[in-house]
């Protein structure tokens, strides 16, 4: 049961260029989201959040944005850099639920490679 | 900057064997969670654990799983008689608070390869 998915297992994009990940999601109680970057033989890092009351959220090269009604959400890099190239995982939570604690349902991951 | 660490990196073991992997989480966080990753597929919630027991488990987490708080530093999952299937990546995460006026990011370790033959 993938409540949270990631389509597209791969992207190229050229330096400079602007990276877009999509992620879709099936349980509307998701009310917390949050984008990983993953580097091999290390743990996931932590990129950008945004809470289910907000459609846009901004972090320097990072864009998160949140469509509710279509269950989407995406990440956008702009510019791109060689160093972006990593798997990326779409996360998200259920924080304002009776008895959750904020366990995480990933995505399966989006492998970007930026291209110089 | 605090991390979260995790030891041994990379851990061998027969079948049927119990293994113990180790999580410092970052000082003054007090949620904290397993999960893993068997190689290919997504990362997995497995556990987590506040005030000192278990607040959340996954279908994963059966009664061959454990984990543990025994010093107030040290946060550990215990398998006690591995299987092939256990072979993964497990990684620790922490979390401060989950005030939901506070910014939720999850602080994940760097993991612990678990080869079971």
């Known amino acids: 049961d993938q409540q949270v998915k990631q389509n597209s297992p791969s992207l190229s994009v050229q330096e400079g260029r602007i990276s877009i990940l999509n992620c879709d999601y099936t349980?509307?109680?998701?009310?917390?989201f949050l984008w990983y970057k993953k580097y091999p033989a290390e743990g996931p890092t932590f990129l950008i959040s945004?809470?289910?009351?907000?459609d846009k959220n901004e972090d320097g090269r990072f864009t998160v944005f949140l469509n509710k009604s279509a269950k989407h959400l995406s990440l956008h890099i702009v510019p791109s850099q060689p160093g972006d190239s990593a798997v990326y995982f779409c996360?998200?939570?259920?924080?304002?639920?009776?008895?959750?604690?904020?366990?995480?349902?990933f995505g399966k991951g989006t492998k970007l490679s930026v291209k110089p | 900057e605090p991390e979260v660490t995790q030891t041994p990196s990379h851990q061998v073991t027969q079948m049927g064997q119990e293994v113990i992997l180790r999580c410092v989480p970052i000082?003054?966080?007090?949620?904290f969670y397993w999960y893993r990753q068997i190689l290919g597929q997504k990362v997995e919630f497995l556990v987590s654990?506040?005030?000192?027991?278990?607040?959340?488990k996954s279908e994963i987490f059966d009664d061959q799983f454990s984990v543990e708080r025994p010093d107030g530093s040290n946060f550990t999952l215990k398998i006690r008689s591995t299987k092939l299937e256990d072979s993964a990546m497990y990684f620790c995460?922490?979390?401060?608070?989950?005030?939901?006026?506070?910014?939720?990011?999850?602080?994940f370790g760097p993991g612990t390869r678990l080869t079971v033959t």
């Open positions: 000082s003054n966080h007090l949620y």
């Open positions: 996360a998200a939570s259920l924080m304002n639920y009776g008895g959750s604690q904020g366990n995480l349902i």
């Open positions: 995460a922490s979390i401060r608070s989950l005030d939901r006026v506070v910014s939720y990011e999850q602080y």
């Open positions: 654990f506040y005030n000192n027991e278990i607040s959340e």
């Open positions: 349980n509307s109680m998701f009310d917390y």
């Open positions: 945004i809470s289910s009351i907000k």
